[in-house]
């Protein structure tokens, strides 16, 4: 059974591999495992602009609008086809949420076993329905994310299983793909990037996609990456491992990054930074975000915002990207829904309500 319709006139959507394959690790021989991701809007933020004034333009990455809600799909397309080329018996990830839906539903599509470890009770309940919904085999351990990851990879040795996590090179061939499109739309990259720092994969996937695409010509220069991790979970930030993460931002939960080095060269080479946000900082500008620019973003990928915000000093007229990772509809938690009392449906008692 072939997984792509081959009929003459069937018009698919088109995945991020059929985009941009010259820049991926694939072939004709690669059956492409596709749901239509990437092609991500990249949305204009005229108040957020406003707020950091000396008229600069800040542009929204909106990663929450792939199949599964997350940036992660990007480079799951990659990691699944590659794995089915290579005749792989089934997948396995690690996780704090969002690699285990995307892998899940990129297994599903494939029609290969797929087996998801997650740190117990820090999972947001949307990510870990989608596990569930898509058939993934859920263990979840009494540890954090780093303790998943090494259990993994332990597993992985065995022989049994490809990891699909950001360790997996194909990983990051996929998610570089959302750099190309920033400059696609924008005619060239942009001065700063922003995006929340986790396990590190992201920002070093990103950094080689802007590189890449100056090299073959595209664009003419380089942004400053910036990094922004949760505060109680800042291992680069405080170049040291931290043994017990804390956060409300589970996504970004980590304390001992695997792709911690690439993350540093990205930084240092684009002559970025990595900055900090408290947990209120990261709800605050969550409900901004969602109140003044209509984007609904999970609490990691308000970290994008929270650090934006608290720049002092920006160059004017600046072009500023922050990704938005995750739709905030997968941690529905994270926010809490005003009281809200039932009412008469009589037009007084509904004009009373609304406060008129
Ligand atoms: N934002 C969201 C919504 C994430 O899910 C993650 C990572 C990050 C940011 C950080 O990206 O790890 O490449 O630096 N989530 C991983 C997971 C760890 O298991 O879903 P990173």
């Not at 699909?164 to 750099?179: C, F, H, L, W, Y």
């Amino acid at each position: 059974m072939s997984i792509n319709a081959k009929g003459a006139n069937v018009n698919q959507t088109r995945g991020l591999i059929d985009r941009y394959r010259r820049f991926l690790p694939v072939s004709e021989a690669t059956p492409i495992v596709s749901l239509g991701e990437g092609n991500t809007p990249l949305i204009y933020a005229a108040k957020l602009s406003a707020r950091i004034g000396g008229g600069c333009e800040v542009f929204i990455k909106n990663e929450g609008m792939n199949p599964s809600g997350s940036f992660k799909d990007r480079g799951m397309t990659v990691a699944v086809s590659k794995s089915m080329e290579n005749h792989a018996r089934a997948l396995i990830c690690a996780s704090t949420g969002n690699t285990s839906a995307s892998a899940a539903a990129y297994a599903a599509k494939a029609g290969i076993p797929c087996a998801v470890i997650l740190p117990a009770g820090k999972i947001a309940s949307g990510k870990l329905l989608q596990a569930f919904v898509h058939g993934a085999k859920i263990v979840a351990i009494e540890g954090n994310f780093d303790d998943a990851l090494l259990m993994v990879r332990q597993l992985a040795e065995r022989g049994d299983f490809v990891v699909v996590n950001s360790i997996n090179p194909d990983r990051i061939a996929g998610q570089k793909t959302a750099a190309f499109e920033v400059v696609d739309v924008l005619g060239d990259a942009p001065d700063f990037h922003f995006l929340p720092l986790g396990n590190a994969g992201n920002i070093s996937a990103y950094w080689a996609g802007y590189r890449e695409y100056q090299a073959s010509g595209k664009s003419t220069k380089l942004p400053a990456m910036i990094g922004i991790q949760a505060a109680g979970a800042a291992p680069v930030f405080h170049n040291r491992v931290i043994e017990n993460p804390q956060t409300i931002a589970t996504a970004i939960r980590i304390g001992n990054p695997a792709s911690w080095q690439q993350a540093r060269s990205a930084i240092d080479e684009s002559r970025g930074a990595v900055k900090i946000a408290s947990d209120e900082e990261i709800l605050d500008s969550q409900k901004w975000l969602a109140q003044n620019e209509g984007i609904f973003a999970e609490p990691a990928s308000a970290a994008s915002i929270a650090g934006l915000l608290q720049l002092k000093e920006v160059p004017n007229k600046s072009r500023i990207v922050c990704t938005v990772t995750g739709h905030g509809l997968k941690d529905p938690d994270a926010q809490r829904i005003g009281k809200i009392e039932a009412t008469p449906p009589k037009i007084d008692n509904v004009l009373r309500a609304l406060g008129f």
